[in-house]
């Protein structure tokens, strides 16, 4: 390999690649998320919601990032991830060559003297010599703070206060902070780059070649944790990949899912739809368990329940809306000052303010997530059960106030009726884990006339006959996706007129085109601007249809939103109808939940046909 070379600061800047072109790498911690031209845009240390070290995807050139790829232009000819896998693998023509970059986190640290973030990025080439470059350019936190630096050995160290980062070439290379470096990669001499951070702890040196054992090692693993996932699944590898997303999504040292590994990311491009999901929400981790559950993985299923009995006991009997990581409150919503945004969306935002909302359906999505692992042979500890008997006590004694409902509106509560209906599904789902586990007659008589009179007050007051439809909130005539979930509950019988009439109401009315839908009427949640087709809600229509006999279709639709799916099979929150670019945070826990039990659905159908 030829010596590096320092290339001028005036090389050209490369911005932020489309949403959807990014892959993710994660190590069950935190997450990369990394461009087709081999840029790390953004990562976070020590996870998620840590502040980044490579955040150019919304901070623009002056945060940082970590490119590793061709010197000049080059065509992308394939990217995937290794089958079952979390390595990425990138291919480029270049010349006569092909220069591949290989790379990902190491998931697994226990037992062994590893750092807990240790990323590691392999280039090879197949034909001949190629030009690569380095461009290493890491900025801390909100003010894009430069490190000091030093050289430990053949490691480059990169330190401010408390944090440190590290990064070791093997064959070793001349690298310096903010500045592009020319290499030529050749056939027998690929060249392996580890970046490791610590914070609070001793930075610890990881040579080259070992660091990439570790990989392999890794690699394995996922592969033996995705082989445990049932092949009679449909489009198993479409919901493996979705599997293994979420699995990267979760915070291992707590269990916690983050909705997205990153803040800001715009739902309406050049406006100020822009949140930050680096934190977990019950509800989103709710649908996950049960996702999880549907394959077989009790550990994934039973890691959410611990984690959120643990971060809940402060707040009980409320559920909180959304918590950190570690189970603490989120902190306040604010902007960061000086922040272009993805794309010139403004302002990038830290915190989410949604945190101090009434969410009534949340209950709901536990109290439903706890009797799903109970039907799967599971029953409840006692402190668990505990816990959600106060949950459905407070669904008892707060149903018949207004709330935020599931969209998390910045306005005036009002009486959403999904809201209502998942209010009903807690208590019902409490009553049947009742059964089996210790309650009073005196509770079980409250959650039954609470329970009866919400039934009784939603079909009264949430459909609308004009309308054709149960509707969004008590009085309106807006319809609302997520009431597609209905002929899921029980409430009303999955064959009724009233489930029938609403599913078709949702799919003709809240349409965005071929498979898509918006999530409510677009315009109308008291925000300036618009929104692009919610891709859950796609989902969730697979799931109506298939539970209500309409399986063909179920499946139809299903397969045209998998034709909706980035290069590398993951999902946004949302889709802009006219391009099919991704838009929101990416990638996005929730969409992936729900892919995922959209394919279950169609297992389960399946199976009820074969009867």
């Not at 005036?10 to 949403?19: E, L, R, T, V």
């Not at 023509?93 to 092909?98: D, K, L, N, S």
């Not at 998931?107 to 690569?132: D, H, K, M, N, Y």
């Not at 692009?532 to 045209?560: D, I, N």
């Amino acid at each position: 390999m030829n010596r590096p070379q320092i290339l001028p600061d005036d090389s050209p800047a490369h911005g932020p690649a489309p949403i959807g072109d990014y892959g993710l790498l994660g190590d069950t911690r935190t997450a990369a998320m990394v461009s087709s031209d081999g840029a790390i845009d953004w990562l976070c240390v020590p996870r998620f919601d840590g502040e980044p070290v490579f955040g150019r995807m919304v901070g623009g050139p002056a945060a940082g990032t970590f490119r590793v790829g061709p010197l000049l232009p080059a065509t992308v000819v394939e990217r995937r991830y290794r089958n079952d896998s979390a390595t990425l693998e990138t291919t480029w023509t270049v010349g006569h060559g092909r220069l591949v970059l290989t790379e990902a986190m190491v998931a697994e640290v226990a037992g062994r003297l590893l750092p807990a973030t240790l990323l590691v990025r392999r280039l090879s080439v197949e034909g001949g010599l190629v030009e690569a470059v380095v461009e290493f350019d890491p900025r801390l936190g909100e003010h894009h703070r430069r490190p000091r630096v030093s050289h430990r050995g053949p490691d480059l160290v990169c330190e401010w206060g408390s944090l440190a980062l590290s990064l070791v070439c093997g064959p070793e290379l001349a690298i310096e902070p903010g500045r592009p470096t020319s290499i030529t990669v050749t056939q027998d001499c690929p060249v392996t780059l580890v970046l490791a951070a610590a914070q609070r702890e001793p930075l610890i040196h990881v040579d080259p070649g070992a660091a990439w054992d570790l990989i392999v090692e890794d690699e394995a693993r996922w592969r033996a944790w995705s082989a445990q996932i049932d092949d009679s699944l449909p489009y198993r590898d479409v919901a493996v990949r979705s599997l293994l997303t979420l699995r990267l999504l979760t915070y291992s040292p707590s269990g916690a899912p983050v909705a997205a590994p990153t803040t800001s990311l715009p739902e309406n491009p050049g406006g100020m739809r822009n949140w930050d999901y680096r934190y977990a929400w019950p509800r989103d981790a709710s649908i996950g368990v049960a996702a999880f559950l549907g394959v077989g993985k009790l550990d994934e299923a039973r890691g959410f329940l611990w984690w959120l009995l643990h971060a809940s006991r402060l707040q009980r009997p409320r559920l909180p809306a959304l918590l950190t990581v570690d189970g603490r409150h989120v902190p306040a919503e604010r902007d960061l000052d000086g922040w272009p945004g993805y794309a010139d969306s403004a302002p990038v935002r830290v915190g989410n303010g949604a945190a101090g909302q009434h969410q009534l359906d949340g209950y709901g999505w536990v109290l439903d997530a706890a009797w799903v692992l109970e039907q799967a042979g599971h029953p409840l500890y006692s402190e668990t059960w505990r816990a959600m008997r106060g949950f459905a006590d407070m669904v008892a004694s707060r149903w018949r106030d207004p709330d935020a409902g599931i969209w998390e509106i910045r306005d005036d509560a009002a009486h959403h009726v999904h809201s209502k209906l998942m209010g009903w599904l807690a208590l019902d789902r409490a009553l049947r884990i009742g059964q089996t586990h210790r309650l009073s007659a005196r509770k079980r008589r409250r959650w039954q006339r609470a329970r009866d009179a919400l039934a009784a007050e939603v079909k009264m007051r949430g459909f609308d006959p004009a309308v054709g439809s149960y509707t969004r909130s008590y009085g309106s005539i807006d319809l609302d996706a997520a009431l597609l979930i209905l002929p899921l509950l029980g409430i009303e019988d999955p064959g009724s007129p009233r489930v029938d009439d609403t599913i078709n109401a949702v799919r003709d009315g809240l349409s965005a085109g071929g498979p898509l839908l918006y999530r409510y009427p677009p315009g109308r949640d008291g925000l300036p601007g618009t929104e692009g087709a919610f891709l859950p809600c796609s989902f969730w229509l697979v799931q109506a249809l298939a539970h209500t006999g309409r399986r063909p279709e179920a499946v139809e639709l299903f397969e045209a939103l998998l034709d909706k799916a980035s290069p590398l099979g993951l999902y946004g929150e949302e889709m802009d109808p006219a391009t099919g670019a991704h838009l929101g945070n990416f990638p996005q826990a929730l969409t992936h939940a729900a892919l995922v039990q959209a394919a279950l659905a169609l297992r389960d159908t399946s199976q009820d046909l074969d009867q």
